[in-house]
T-cell receptor, first 115, second 110 residues
């Protein structure tokens, strides 16, 4: 069974640029969530995708957007990068749509640095 | 969202038990108690969850107070690999987004 994978591992961008991060969900999982983890803090929920549609969003501006593909893999796009966007971006997958008791499986994350 | 309170850090010796407390005095009847941990340079990892009764799995045990206002994660024999940040999270049965606090940083001494 393949776990959650994310690419790239590390990324350096400059302020104002755009970035795309990728996530492959665990086999059999149809739901993907994205989290942002600033240094020294716990992860913060960005949004969730279920069957290719966003069905939940945290307190993040519209310049954070995403996609989910028919194979349930997902992308996180961030436009107009700001210095505060520097963080570890985590993807988590599960099978269950909105059911809250499901276990979420996290990938290793993508470390984004904005200069 | 109901809040949880955890100590900032705890230390343990290898092969000794570790008891990690979590207070959640505003918990509602439909809130599940979840524990995740995050090893250095890795994403969070599910540990255990429960609703009312104590729970055991291969990783840990979860002891839930009778009034559900507190719980304790028990690592029966700590190993160096258990050094991580442990997060106690409340999750409604119809919710899905995990609200991570600062967690408890566990250090295991050899």
């Amino acid at each position: 069974e393949t776990g959650v994978t994310q690419s790239p591992t590390h990324l350096i961008k400059t302020r104002g640029q755009q970035v795309t991060l990728r996530c492959s969900s665990q086999s059999g999982h149809n739901t993907v969530s994205w989290y942002q983890q600033a240094l020294g803090q716990g992860p913060q929920f960005i949004f969730q995708y279920y069957r290719e549609e966003e069905n939940g969003r945290g307190n993040f501006p519209p310049r954070f957007s995403g996609l989910q593909f028919p194979n349930y893999s997902s992308e996180l796009n961030v436009n107009a990068l700001e210095l505060d966007d520097s963080a570890l971006y985590l993807c988590a997958s599960r099978f269950g749509g909105t059911k809250g008791t499901d276990t979420q499986y996290f990938g290793p994350g993508t470390r984004l640095t904005v200069l | 969202d109901a809040k949880t309170t955890q100590p900032n850090s705890m230390e343990s010796n290898e092969e000794e038990p570790v008891h990690l407390p979590c207070n959640h005095s505003t918990i509602s009847g439909t809130d599940y108690i979840h524990w995740y941990r995050q090893l250095p340079s890795q994403g969070p990892e599910y540990v255990i969850h429960g609703l009312t009764s104590n729970v055991n799995n291969r990783m840990a045990s979860l002891a839930i107070a009778e009034d559900r206002k507190s719980s304790t994660l028990i690592l029966h024999r700590a190993t160096l690999r258990d050094a991580a940040v442990y997060y106690c999270i409340l999750l409604r049965s119809n919710d899905y987004k995990l609200s991570f606090g600062a967690g408890t940083t566990v250090t295991v001494r050899a």
